[in-house]
């Protein structure tokens, strides 16, 4: 393994026995008992993550709500201070530089939370676009920053146990800057499991102190430590779309079914000719979930087929540890993205039965 | 880790060989580095396999492993428990969670005996 970058918590990790692998540049922890037993712990009580990898860039100036407008495909007209925004940020192909979150810190102040692979490269194409004479400034904060996932149906019950404000009236896709155990935290309720939960971003160097005290506080209650192979079955399941698999740059928004995220109303933003142009056109291919009729699991890059003759690829493909069967994600030509087309897919050779169906695979009862 | 009384590949396979016949698995090593094993697919009973010949795949969450025939011989057997229950292979390397059963003709001439394939498996990590 070439050696990546490191949170501060790699140490906590070693200790609890992770397993470590490459991701996005860093060294992360896969695991540390197993991946079921941590899928199914944030599914029934709760897990910690630590997703300090992510990137954070703080956007801010006089200009930055129209730099922002111009550069991401959702409204931030909508969002008001204390609340966040799921976006994509497309080149003019239409094509996608990264999926992010956008929090609104004051009226002109954001931040962008970007996939860990893409920083630098969501960095470059930021200052690229950045406007002649107009006050915005942009500084990335991510060496500053840590970020803890708490997940899972007990997630609220237990950081209530150790923060400062009431957790319990915080809606979904809303943020408050309170303290955990006397330590400064952005609490924002979001998450990428498809569960109940809350992302906290703390000072780096108190993120240790965080991590401990959360997973002391939930320990009675099932809380575990959770690695980014539960976070990716978790994400899969609730039909939540990864950057570099379902979206790339030579993938649109819309193929993607994100069009919900694409603010049509907008005066302009980057890519918009090209969406509305396959929005009134029609798309060539679009992204479906599958499930296998047969036995075997889709993967990565595995043709999908409708009467022998090849309709798409596997973007994703797991083992549901929920649902406990087996599932895909996988973008086909527009005529065979229907609900109940029965398709294959080739796995090892062999064209085993698949059946298209709606997504999510997996809905939580929140 | 590795019973003494078994034969190893470099692949990470077992076999118990018992006169003609052996049993054959994936060890301790390699049920923990593939992590929950959730799917195996293995030969049809009948299927004449020559050593070093991919004999099924297991497949954890993360990865895919494929399994080679450590020995020349035709399943007898295969363990259909782990169709349903793949993760005796976690729980039970040695046991339970045995693959196929081989009626041997001849068995591969690299297997290793449970010292050498610990030395080996220390030279991996």
């Known amino acids: ?366 | 880790m590795y019973p003494e009384n078994l034969k190893y590949t470099k692949e990470h396979e077992w076999l118990l060989v018992r006169d003609k016949w052996g049993t054959v698995g994936i060890t301790e090593y390699a049920q923990d580095a593939l992590g929950d094993v959730v799917f195996v697919d293995l030969p049809k009973v009948g299927t004449k396999l020559n050593a070093g010949e991919s004999l099924g795949v297991v497949e954890s969450v993360k990865a895919i492993s494929d399994i080679y025939a450590p020995c020349t011989g035709i399943v007898k057997q295969v363990n259909e428990n782990l169709f349903a229950t793949p993760e005796l292979i976690n729980d039970d390397p040695y046991g339970e969670g045995w693959l196929v059963e081989m009626e041997i003709e001849e068995l591969a001439d690299d297997l290793l005996t449970a010292e050498e394939y610990a030395e080996f498996v220390a030279e991996e990590e």
């Open chain 1, 1 to 366: 393994m070439s050696p990546g970058k490191r949170t501060v918590l790699y140490p906590k990790h070693v200790a609890l026995g992770a397993k470590m692998v490459e991701f996005g540049g860093w060294e992360m922890p896969v695991q540390y008992k197993s991946i079921l037993s941590e899928h199914r712990a944030v599914r029934t009580a709760a897990g910690l993550f630590d997703v300090s990898h992510m990137g954070e860039i703080e956007v801010s100036g006089r200009d930055s709500f129209a730099f922002l407008q111009r550069l991401l495909t959702n409204d931030l007209a909508k969002l008001t201070v204390g609340q966040a925004l799921y976006s994509l940020m497309c080149y003019p192909t239409g094509g996608i530089v990264d999926d992010l979150l956008v929090y609104k810190l004051a009226d002109e102040q954001y931040w962008l939370v970007v996939n860990a692979g893409n920083k630098d490269k969501d960095l470059a194409w930021l200052k690229e676009q950045l406007p002649a004479e107009q006050e915005i400034r942009i500084r990335d904060r991510s060496a500053e920053i840590g970020l803890l996932a708490l997940q899972g149906p007990l997630a609220e019950q237990i950081l209530a146990g150790v923060s400062a404000v009431s957790v319990a009236d915080l809606k979904s896709f809303y943020f408050v800057i309170s303290e955990i155990a006397g330590i400064k935290a952005l609490i924002s309720r979001t998450g990428y499991t498809g569960e109940a939960g809350f992302e906290i971003y703390l000072a780096v160097d108190k993120t240790p102190l965080i991590w401990d005290k959360l997973l002391q506080a939930g320990q009675e209650v099932g809380l575990v430590p959770a690695g980014l192979g539960a976070r990716d079955t978790l994400r899969f399941e609730a039909g939540l779309s990864l950057y570099g698999q379902e979206l790339t740059e030579t993938t649109t928004p819309l193929e993607a079914g994100l069009g919900f995220f694409v603010a049509w109303s907008k005066d302009d933003f980057i890519g918009k000719g090209v969406l509305e142009k396959q929005k009134k056109e029609g798309l060539a291919r679009k992204l479906v979930g599958f499930k296998m009729l047969e036995r075997g699991i889709p993967r990565e890059g595995y043709l999908l087929q409708k009467d022998g003759i090849v309709i798409g690829q596997v973007t994703s493909g797991s083992y549901a540890p929920t649902l406990e069967e087996n599932f895909g994600l996988g973008y086909v030509t527009s005529a065979h993205a229907f609900v109940d087309n029965e398709i294959s897919v080739v796995i090892r050779g062999k064209s085993l039965k698949a059946r298209i169906i709606k997504k999510p695979f997996y809905k939580s009862g929140r």
